[in-house]
């Protein structure tokens, strides 16, 4: 692939690309290119150019090109895959493929709930658009930000914070452009006639929806979505464990109430530092040396916040009386526990609101301020109302903090910032988290970083948890810790049975041992429909598609 792109291939594919596209849609100057380049995950690749298409035909006019020159191919949504890889290629010399100016809501059903998107179109651009047509349909939110792509969190299987948070199970039909150029409608959708496309989403014959997500097979084009209708009651919790140890019988509590669908939204579990980083950067003046934050310190920081050790945080959904019975249950379910519950709804936000302002700038006033914000751009995202406030851990250890005007345009990839994400999946058991923390907490303090740690209910069985690495990308010594960090916890994780539901591009070839069945059979999947390797090669594919990144990338 990388001679194709050095040769004259590269000369072709460039000259048949600007015939397609037009020049202006085939980027390939150096600061375009060192713009695709640039990565929270402190490596960084340069691809050979950046092209921009608009459509399906266009993409597939770039798909023909690239199998006839040799040219490989990297599709990014709009490149915002914070953690993970950001919108860098495997390797140098692919064509980025920019699927963000294919930005349409090609069809919206409010009776049937659910929408028809292409790749580009984002949260907030989606949650504009349900407001402005007044549908009675709420989307699921997730914290990425409001410039994300749905279908590229989707295709990753990210997941959000509604009832519809599993996102991937909310997929109802998929266009794909195959290597070979050929449009691939899935589920109903081949069918010429078909009126049940997106109620339904298997169709007739094997259900394939699942091969085009984490992994190199096809470039999908749009898919369909399903909302969530919009409630008449909607209630936020949170909740505040003082100590430590204290979280598991919490969970433990709680996993009743999502097993029963009490409980039917994405509950999300943060630590004390990932609660913090939302309202600070690392305060190198408490901390002194440049290393984790003390117990005392993060003691202080616990106290003047008003947070706990953890927090758990989650919302309910319906009319008045299933909220009513559902924070009914919740409080008879933690009454064994430490924790208890703190409902928010639009009356208590706004009284706190006015409160916060008869106070003013004294500290309680500060501290009511902090929370009623915080409160807000909770009830904002169950509502699926996008914000970029959740983006501010990204910052942690970037120097200069948080940069002017903060959300607004938050682009942590372009901001310099190091953050590097393993994403363990757990059973829903209580000394399961404390198991994984107590495994990643040594590895952290070794090589000098704190443990961000968040841990989601993401179904009514299983925890998937977020672990951050934040590193100053400035300090080449910080740099190199924080990949030692990530490669020590990786490994120490997927030992432990605590495989990640999702991969960085630096460590998706970890995890085949060469003698995996299930990686030997993607790889001859990958094989026959995409024999050139032209898509993506190296990306969750195995070891028989060509890649060479190799087990970890530094």
């Not at 290119?33 to 690749?45: F, H, K, Q, V």
């Not at 459509?55 to 006839?68: D, G, K, L, P």
């Not at 920019?98 to 809501?105: A, E, T």
Request: charge should be positive; proline fraction near 6%; glycine fraction near 12%.
């Amino acid at each position: 692939m990388a001679a194709a792109a050095e040769g004259g291939g590269a000369l072709v594919a460039l000259a048949a690309w600007r015939q397609a596209l037009g020049d202006d849609r085939v980027a390939t100057d150096a600061a375009v290119l060192a713009s695709y380049a640039a990565s929270t995950a402190g490596w960084s690749t340069m691809p050979l150019a950046v092209l921009r298409p608009r459509s399906t035909e266009e993409v597939v006019a770039i798909v023909r090109t690239a199998a006839t020159t040799g040219v490989p191919l990297y599709p990014v949504s709009t490149g915002r895959n914070w953690g993970y890889g950001d919108a860098c290629a495997p390797s140098d010399g692919h064509a980025v493929v920019d699927l963000s100016g294919m930005n349409r809501i090609l069809e919206a059903d409010a009776e049937l709930a659910y929408v028809v998107i292409e790749p580009g179109v984002t949260q907030q651009q989606l949650s504009r658009y349900l407001l402005e047509q007044r549908l009675p349909l709420w989307m699921d939110c997730t914290g990425a930000g409001p410039d994300t792509s749905l279908v590229g969190n989707i295709l990753e299987r990210g997941f959000g914070h509604s009832p519809y948070g599993n996102r991937f199970q909310n997929v109802a039909g998929m266009r794909v452009v195959l290597a070979n150029g050929d449009v691939v409608d899935t589920g109903f959708g081949h069918f010429p006639s078909a009126v049940n496309g997106r109620v339904y989403p298997y169709g007739v014959g094997p259900h394939v929806d699942g091969l085009f997500t984490q992994s190199n097979f096809g470039i999908v084009t749009s898919l369909g979505l399903w909302l969530m209708p919009r409630t008449t009651a909607l209630n936020h919790f949170l909740c505040a464990v003082g100590e430590h140890d204290g979280i598991a019988p919490v969970i433990d509590a709680l996993r009743p109430l999502r097993l029963d669908g009490t409980l039917r939204s994405i509950l999300h579990i943060g630590n004390d530092l990932r609660v913090l980083s939302g309202a600070m950067t690392y305060p190198r003046e408490l901390a002194g040396a440049a290393g984790p934050l003390s117990d005392t310190v993060r003691a202080r920081l616990r106290q003047a916040a008003g947070i706990g050790a953890w927090t758990v945080s989650g919302a309910l959904y319906g009319n008045p009386d299933q909220v009513a019975a559902a924070r009914r249950a919740l409080r008879r379910a933690l009454r064994p526990t430490a924790a208890r519950a703190q409902f928010l709804n639009e009356r208590k936000l706004a009284a706190g609101t006015l409160l916060a302002r008869l106070l003013g700038n004294s500290g309680p006033g500060r501290r009511l301020a902090a929370k009623v914000a915080l409160g807000r751009s909770l009830f904002e995202m169950n509502r699926g109302m996008p914000n970029g406030r959740f983006l501010a851990g990204a910052y942690w250890r970037r120097r200069g903090g948080l940069p002017p005007g903060f959300p607004a345009g938050a682009n942590p990839a372009q901001d310099n910032c190091g953050m590097l994400w393993v994403s363990p999946v757990l059973p829903m058991r209580g000394a399961d988290l404390l198991r994984v923390h107590a495994l990643a907490e040594p590895v952290f303090h070794k090589h000098r970083f704190d443990l961000f740690a968040t841990f989601s209910m993401i179904n009514e069985r299983a925890l998937g948890g977020v672990l951050t690495v934040a590193y100053d990308k400035e300090d080449p010594d910080e740099a190199a810790r924080a990949r030692s960090c990530y490669r020590q916890l990786f490994d120490l994780l997927v030992g432990a049975g605590y495989i990640p539901y999702r991969v960085g591009l630096q460590s998706m070839a970890a995890l085949d041992n060469g003698d995996d069945a299930y990686w030997r059979m993607v790889g001859r999947i990958k094989a026959a429909l995409d024999p050139g390797g032209i898509i993506a090669p190296g990306r969750y594919a195995g070891r028989g598609d060509g890649g060479d990144v190799g087990p970890w990338r530094t």
